[in-house]
Structure formats: C-alpha cells, structure tokens
C-alpha cells in the first residue's frame, strides 16, 4: 500500500497529478507527461530511474509495511491562500 504526502512548493509553470495504481505503483503526471513508477523494491529516492518527466518530484521514499512517498505539490497563483500565510 502506498501512502503519499505532499510538501508544497508554488509554481507558475509546473503542474503535477499523483495516481496510486495497486499497491505498489504510482502514476505521475506532469505538464501532460505520465509516468509511472513500481515502487515495491525501491527503498531510497536514488534509486528511481525518471526517464520522462520534467522534473523529479519525488522528495523521500521509505518502503517498510508500507510504502511512503513524500512528493511534491506545486500549487499556482490561484491556491496559494491555502498554502501560505501573510
């Protein structure tokens, strides 16, 4: 099972959509580029191997009873009230 939190980060030209498919996949898309990663085997980010994607996304993975993958948020203008404070 995989379970995914995000850390926020804003951008004006990033968009990223996370799918988790079973229990071991998670779909990523990004600017319109989809790939899709098995995570089962992977205990540390230095292992993944991005070969589509823009940019890595992926801030840390740990794959004990379940797998946790902490990645990014980008957020644009309009949702960044709900991600900073003034």
Do not use: W
């Not at 951008?11 to 898309?29: E, M, N, W």
């Not at 980010?45 to 948020?73: A, G």
């Amino acid at each position: 099972m995989i379970k995914i939190t995000y850390s926020p980060q804003q951008s004006d030209f990033c968009t990223a959509d996370y799918v988790v498919v079973g229990d071991t996949c998670l779909k990523i898309t990004m600017n319109g580029v989809v790939e899709e990663f098995d995570l089962k085997d992977i205990n540390h980010i230095e292992e993944l191997q991005i070969k589509s994607l823009p940019i890595n996304p992926f801030v840390e993975i740990t794959n004990d009873e379940s797998i946790n993958v902490k990645v990014i948020k980008y957020y644009g203008e309009n949702e960044r009230h709900l991600f900073e404070r003034y």
